[in-house]
T-cell receptor, first 115, second 112 residues
Framework: GAGVSQSPSNKVTEKGKDVELRCDPI?????LYWYRQSLGQGLEFLIY????????KSGLPSDRFSAERTGGSVSTLTIQRTQQEDSAVYLC?????????????FGPGTRLTVL | GESVGLHLPTLSVQEGDNSIINCAYS??????FIWYKQESGKGPQFIID?????DKRQGQRVTVLLNKTVKHLSLQIAATQPGDSAVYFC???????????FGQGTTLQVKP
């Protein structure tokens, strides 16, 4: 079956602009995660959604970052008033069930460049 | 605070040799650990996982060892192949939280 997909694959924007990044999880997966990966670094947790529960937003670096998940499927990560330090690869993952010891399946990521 | 780290940023091995990639973690409450492989331009790909009630788990050509006493995790790759060249990350998860805490990654280079 299809894996996790993300769009766009690359996004170049100017400082101060807003951007929206999209994630389509694997069908049937109830948990969805967003991570950020700066160049040459590990992955930094941002936010995760589990079913109808309130999302865990503990990793969002500032109030310029927000995410929503509509209908328990597609998710959008929004970054307002982008800054150069927001440049990174944004990775989305999904899993059948959060909190359980289940692997997370990652998408290819969106590379964001803020000029 | 929580942290997961890898001891070496780059590991270079000869094709056919065995590779060992190490990871140290600091959160003794973590009960699930995963190794991911990330090739250039791609998202991380699951390799193998282990629960804290185990100390060893084997997959195809890979073995993960967990030493809870010293909070150490390792990934062993047998008969390393050029296709194994990638960045390897360990990650930990604690309790019922969904988030993974990742280490910085070790780049594995396989020489022909």
């Amino acid at each position: 079956g299809a894996g996790v997909s993300q769009s766009p694959s690359n996004k170049v924007t100017e400082k101060g602009k807003d951007v929206e990044l999209r994630c389509d999880p694997i069908s049937g997966h109830t948990a969805l995660y967003w991570y950020r990966q700066s160049l040459g670094q590990g992955l930094e947790f941002l936010i995760y959604f589990q079913g109808n529960s309130a999302p865990d937003k503990s990793g969002l670096p500032s109030d310029r970052f927000s995410a929503e998940r509509t209908g328990g499927s597609v998710s959008t990560l929004t970054i307002q008033r982008t800054q150069q330090e927001d440049s990174a690869v944004y990775l989305c993952a999904s899993s059948p069930l959060a909190g359980a010891r289940r692997e997370q399946f990652f998408g290819p990521g969106t590379r964001l460049t803020v000029l | 605070g929580e942290s997961v780290g890898l001891h070496l940023p780059t590991l270079s091995v000869q094709e056919g040799d065995n590779s060992i990639i190490n990871c140290a973690y600091s959160n003794s409450a973590s009960d699930y650990f995963i190794w991911y492989k990330q090739e250039s331009g791609k998202g991380p790909q699951f390799i193998i996982d282990i629960r804290s009630n185990m100390d060893k788990r084997q997959g195809q050509r890979v073995t993960v060892l967990l030493n809870k006493t010293v909070k150490h995790l390792s990934l062993q790759i047998a008969a390393t192949q050029p296709g194994d060249s990638a960045v390897y990350f360990c990650a930990e998860k604690g309790g019922n939280t969904g988030k993974l805490i990742f280490g910085q990654g070790t780049t594995l280079q396989v020489k022909p």
